[in-house]
């Protein structure tokens, strides 16, 4: 079973910052399959980025993934009032635990 | 616009039974794989069970397996989770996702909550 393992845990920034998440597979992991996903209190999860690379519709290109094999990275360029949330990545069955993104 | 509506939630004890409804709109829906994902109080995102578009294959997570079964009616196009023996464990807010099946979640329901209490 891959497990994948998000860090930080938490990041404190200030808008207009750069953020970076790393998400980390137990094992390589194909690129095609890998998402990441935004959560806002009280809100469901939004799809941010698939294939590792590939914003979804209607994600501002502020928004960026790399990565390969086991490491994958979520950039997000210059932080955003809203931007300010719960950010999970996603392979087959399994989720990372989280990584909070928190306003500085 | 696609839209995914759960309902059926709600509080049981321990043992009990529920049956989570999903009804989709806005696409096609039995060309889609369908999902539930589930989210306990303040937690993480935990797959639950996916079923294939035509309802022909489906699979479950370790935890629920041989206690929850996902179903769907693509002529009322509509998601099912029967959920049998439920446990304290089993308390979470309960998404409806299309996609899945090894793939990504590109749409999501706003959830019902299943709480498990005596």
């Known amino acids: 079973e891959i497990v994948l393992t998000q860090s930080p845990g938490t990041l404190s920034l200030s808008p207009g910052e750069r953020a970076t998440l790393s998400c980390r597979a137990s094992q390589s992991v194909s690129s095609t399959y890998l998402a990441w996903y935004q959560q806002k209190p009280g809100q469901a999860p939004r799809l941010l980025i698939y294939g590792a690379s590939s914003r979804a519709t209607g994600i501002p290109d502020r928004f960026s993934g790399s990565g390969s094999g086991t490491d994958f990275t979520l950039t997000i360029s210059r932080l955003e009032p809203e931007d300010f949330a719960v950010y999970y990545c996603q392979q087959y069955w399994t989720f990372g635990q989280g990584t909070k993104v928190e306003i500085k | 616009e696609v839209q995914l509506l759960e309902s059926g939630g709600g509080l049981v004890q321990p043992g009990g039974s529920l049956r989570l409804s999903c009804a989709a709109s806005?696409?096609?829906?039995?060309?889609?794989?369908m999902s539930w994902v589930r989210q306990a109080p303040g937690k993480g995102l935990d797959w639950v069970s996916s079923i294939s578009g035509s309802g022909g294959n489906s699979y479950h997570a370790d935890s629920v397996k041989g206690r929850f079964t996902i179903s769907r009616d693509n002529s009322k196009d509509t998601l099912y989770l029967q959920m049998n023996s439920l446990r304290a464990e089993d308390t979470a807010l309960y998404y409806c996702a299309r996609g899945g099946y090894g793939g990504y979640f590109d749409s999501w329901g706003q959830g019902t909550l299943v709480t498990v209490s005596s």
């Open positions: 806005g696409f096609t829906f039995s060309s889609y794989a």
